[in-house]
């Protein structure tokens, strides 16, 4: 099967900058997503990659390195709403997620 | 909001029986895909629905199965319910793909049915 792997935990202060990570295998790739999901929400679209490069939207920027399997979503200026899991999702034959990266933004 | 609709939003069942789940697509979109979130976890695809046919399944038996209508609303079924069905499923909608393709862009997604098996 295909393999995403992402952090677990992340803890930041307000007005700090993460970045999360996001690893996967190489074969078959179709695009990779960023989502946000509060809890108890439904995740909501963040950001989409499928060329190698850095797309900026806002506070929030998302990388990808083809070669590398490698994609990592950027928060700056973090606010205490950004507390929530992020999902990476990648595109292979069919849509796979990561189990999710929870971020908990203290004050 | 994204124009996708679940219902229900809860529902008890116990093990042995079984359980419908309803999505409303959000309008235009004709692929409609399933997903079951345990506590903690990512989405864990089951299927795709794609022009009314499955257009690809993900690691769940075949006591999950799907509909896609011609309005391309769908229907998740599960038969045989188990404790560890126990999960928050998740509709998502997406915009029409390449023809046949099972990936396709940004996903649209419901609220969610959270459904617990005693």
């Known amino acids: 099967g295909q393999n995403i792997d992402q952090p677990t935990e992340m803890t930041a202060t307000e007005g700090a900058i993460v970045q999360i990570n996001c690893t996967y295998q190489?074969?078959?790739?179709?695009?990779l997503f960023w989502y946000q999901q509060h809890a108890g929400e439904a995740p909501t679209f963040l950001s989409y990659n499928v060329l190698d490069g850095l797309e900026e939207k806002g506070r929030f920027s998302s990388f990808l390195s083809r070669s590398k399997g490698y994609s990592y979503l950027l928060l700056k200026e973090l606010q205490m709403k950004d507390s929530a899991s992020y999902l990476c999702?990648?595109?292979?034959?069919?849509?796979?997620f990561g189990t999710g990266t929870r971020l908990l933004v203290s004050p | 909001e994204t124009g996708v609709t679940q219902s229900p939003t809860h529902l008890i069942k116990t093990r042995g029986q079984q359980v419908t789940l309803r999505c409303s697509s959000q309008s235009g979109h004709n692929t409609v895909s399933w997903y079951q979130q345990a506590l903690g976890q990512g989405p864990q695809f089951i299927f795709q629905y794609y022009r009314e046919e499955e257009n690809g399944r993900g690691n769940f038996p075949p006591r999950f199965s799907g509909l896609q209508f011609p309005n391309y609303s769908s229907e998740l079924n599960v038969n045989a319910l188990e404790l560890d069905d126990s999960a928050l499923y998740l509709c998502?909608?997406?915009?029409?793909?390449?023809?046949?393709?099972?990936?396709?862009?940004?996903?649209?997604f419901g609220e969610g049915s959270r459904l617990t098996v005693l």
């Open positions: 998502a909608s997406s915009l029409p793909g390449l023809a046949g393709a099972s990936v396709t862009g940004e996903l649209f």
């Open positions: 190489t074969s078959g790739f179709n695009g």
């Open positions: 999702e990648v595109g292979f034959q069919k849509l796979v």
